[in-house]
């Protein structure tokens, strides 16, 4: 069974930093494309980050560009999204997601609260 699990999150005042890391159970994330999105109060969900299986291509949703970076480490099969400069929009539940071929996995959410 494919499971994902997000953590990291927690509460941080605004121009702190978090790391977020989403690990896999059931499969390798090596051959996997991995994203990360968030879901604020009272908003969609969005996708923020992703790269791809090999780690060479990366995107960034504009708002969180040269703020947020997304990186592997694959001998612990994770995904880490360090996050800086963290502003109180950057609120909200953050998921990461795993497609490797057309199977799409989620984790649950882990909450970041900024404050002001």
């Known amino acids: 069974e494919v499971q994902l699990q997000a953590s990291g999150g927690g509460l941080v005042q605004a121009g702190g930093s978090l790391k977020l890391s989403c690990a896999a159970s059931g499969f390798s994330f090596d051959d996997a494309a991995i994203g990360w999105f968030r879901q604020a109060p009272g908003k969609e969900r969005e996708g923020i980050s992703c790269?791809?299986?090999?780690?060479?291509?990366?995107y960034y949703l504009t708002s969180v560009k040269s703020r947020f970076t997304i990186s592997r480490a694959s001998a612990e099969n994770t995904v880490n999204l360090q996050m800086t400069s963290l502003k109180p929009e950057d609120t909200a539940v953050y998921y990461c997601?795993?497609?490797?071929?057309?199977?799409?996995?989620w984790g649950q959410g882990t909450l970041v609260t900024v404050s002001s």
């Open positions: 790269i791809d299986s090999s780690g060479s291509r990366t």
């Open positions: 997601r795993a497609q490797k071929g057309e199977v799409v996995s």
